[in-house]
């Protein structure tokens, strides 16, 4: 399990339910407007060689009086520098990402600064929902009056629809949501740096956001072995398929290598 010694680790992992059985972390990176709980259904399904933690962005919920971030890369520096120093104090266990939507792009990036500073990398990354970061689309969501971005949020199905027919929790969700469309729409890939874990990604037949042909760029983004596997659904294919996608990220953990190691030191 991750393991939190310090304030900043706790605001920024969590963990549902621990496993002290379990031999490899799957860590979480929630979808724009989404957070940490998201994943507590996931936490549940997974075998039980495989433990949860997931990723809490500030401004939501707990979290919610604290100011937001809108740019991709500072969120993957706190991230990583938190994860550099937690996961070498741990017990070495090996630990995997995954990533939906926004939270995929987060999840390489982090990953990215794992292998600069310390040569290591998760064992696995699964991108969800997201089209590869060489796959440039021009969006202009965050840029919307508040009508436009609940046309978005009803389009892509990312938020219960009672929820937006509510004045008091619209005011809570669109400015966090906004926020979050602004980070992963202003991202660019900079870099040619691929990762070394095997990638796979997940998306759906009917996803607005991700098509097959952008989700299967994301081949080029690793010198390991990548897969592919296409649900039916949107962009939130995984919220009716969750016991097939958790059965086959357990199935995939099982296969993963076990002599990679985190051995980091906070940076």
Known sequence: MISTHSREEDRWIRCFHTRPESDVTLLCFPHAGGSASYFFPYSQALAPHVELAAVQYPGRQDRRLEPLIDNIADIADIVHEILTGTLAQGDGRRYAFFGHSMGAIVAFEVAQRMKRTTGTAPVHLFASGRRAPSRHRDGDVHKRDDAGLITELRTVGATDPRFLGDPELLAAILPVTRNDYRAIETYT??????????????????????????????????????????????????????????????GVLTQAPRTTTFKGSAA
């Open 189 to 250: 890939w900079t870099t040619d740096e691929t990762l070394d874990c095997p990638i796979t990604a997940f998306v759906g037949d009917n996803d607005p956001q991700t098509t097959t042909d952008e989700a299967k760029s994301w081949a080029a983004h690793t010198t390991g072995e990548f897969d592919m596997r296409v649900f039916p659904g949107g962009h939130f294919y995984l919220d009716a398929h969750r016991a097939e996608l958790a059965d086959t990220i357990s």
